[in-house]
């Protein structure tokens, strides 16, 4: 059973910077996703097992970066220059098939395992 742990969420004002981690049992392809209230789940950043290949939704490209640390099995995501329409539920998610694969995953479907989410709250 895959586990994942999120962590770094919290509340900070719009332009601040927040640094979220997801800790895994293992080593696996790693996406980010973020939820707001009332909306659908929405792809933000993935990274490939190596670390070599990342991809991010136009939203957060330039802002959002995604990285790993296959030592310790973790995946970061750092947000700089917070808005107001970051404010979401954050989830980090794993998938074990065909997991060392070069390319990134960016849809929902593609996961198999999702951490419990950690809040992210920007204010204006």
């Known amino acids: 059973q895959v586990q994942l742990v999120e962590s770094g969420g919290g509340l900070v004002q719009a332009g601040g910077s927040l640094r979220l981690s997801c800790a895994a049992s293992?080593?696996?392809?790693m996406g980010w996703f973020h939820q707001a209230p009332g909306k659908e789940r929405e792809f933000v950043a993935a990274i490939n097992w190596s670390g070599a290949n990342t991809a991010y939704a136009d939203s957060v490209k330039g802002r959002f970066t995604i990285s790993r640390d296959n030592a310790k099995n973790t995946v970061y995501l750092e947000m700089n220059s917070l808005k107001p329409e970051d404010t979401a539920v954050y989830y980090c998610?794993?998938?074990?098939?065909?997991?060392?694969?070069?390319?990134?995953?960016?849809?929902?479907?593609?996961?198999?395992?999702w951490g419990q989410g950690t809040q992210v709250t920007v204010s204006s």
């Open positions: 293992g080593r696996y392809a």
């Open positions: 998610a794993a998938r074990v098939r065909a997991a060392r694969a070069l390319g990134v995953f960016t849809s929902g479907g593609e996961y198999e395992y």
